[in-house]
C-alpha cells in the first residue's frame, strides 16, 4: 500500500525524513543492532543527505552502525569518475561521516562479470538481514533505482540498458547525450520490495504524471514503480506540484 505525504518544500521533506532515518539508527544501536539503509541518487536525495550531514555534525548523529546499499550504478563508470554514483555518494553524503567504509555497497560499474556481482551483492544485502528502509526517487519513465520498463516484480540485481528517456534526462550531469553510459546495474524490483519501509521522494511538475501513474495504474512491469502498490510500509514524500495529478 502507497501513503502519501504532502510536504511545503524540499527542506521540510528532507527534515521529515531524515528524522525517521536517525529515529530508527537510535532505537536500534541502542541494542546493539545495525541499521541497513537502501540509499539512492540523483537531485532529489540531496537535501535529504544535506539533513543527514547536519544531523551528524550539530547532533552528533552517529553512523558508525549504519551498513549502506546503494541502488544502482552505471555501468563502465569507476569510483574517480564524477558521474559515477560511487563518487556521487562520497561527495554528498559517506565523506561527511562517521559510516566505516567497509559497511558501503554500490555495485561495480567496471566489474567484468557483471552477473557474478549482482548475485554477490543481493547475497551481501541478504547477509545483513535485508534492508530496514529504502530510500528512493522515481524517474519520468517510471523506473525506481535503473527498473526501466519492463521491469518485472521477480527481477534482481542485474545488468539493465537504460531508456533513451532516462539518458536524456541524466545527460544534464554528463553536458553530453553520448558521454551517458547505455547500461547500468540496478537492485532488482523484487529487491527493492524486500526492504521493510520505502520511502520515495517526488518534487517538482515534471514528475506529477508519473506519480500518478505509480499510484494509480494495476501494477505492471511497464510502469515499475506501480509495484510499490503491492508493498506493506511504503510512503510517496511529495510537493504540491508532484501530487498536482493525484
Ligand atoms: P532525479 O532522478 O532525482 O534526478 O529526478 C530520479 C530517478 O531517476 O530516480
Known sequence: MISTRLHPDKQTAAQAIAGEIADLIEIRSKSG??????????????????????????????????????????????PSHPQSYRFFMEENLFRHLDIPAGNIHIPDGLSKDAAKNCADYEAAIRAVGGIDLQILGIGRTGHIGFNEPPSAADTRTRWVHLDEVTRRDNSVFFGDLAQVPQGALTMGVATILEARRVELIAFGEAKADIVHRAMKEAPSAACPATWLQQHPRCTFHLDAAAAKAL
Open 33 to 78: 543492532k545495525t541499521t541497513v539503509l537502501g540509499l539512492a541518487t540523483g537531485s532529489t536525495p540531496l537535501p535529504l543527505y544535506a539533513e543527514l550531514i547536519r544531523l551528524h555534525r550539530a547532533e552528533k548523529l552517529s553512523f558508525r552502525s549504519v551498513i549502506t546499499f546503494n541502488l544502482d550504478e552505471y555501468a563502465g563508470l569507476g
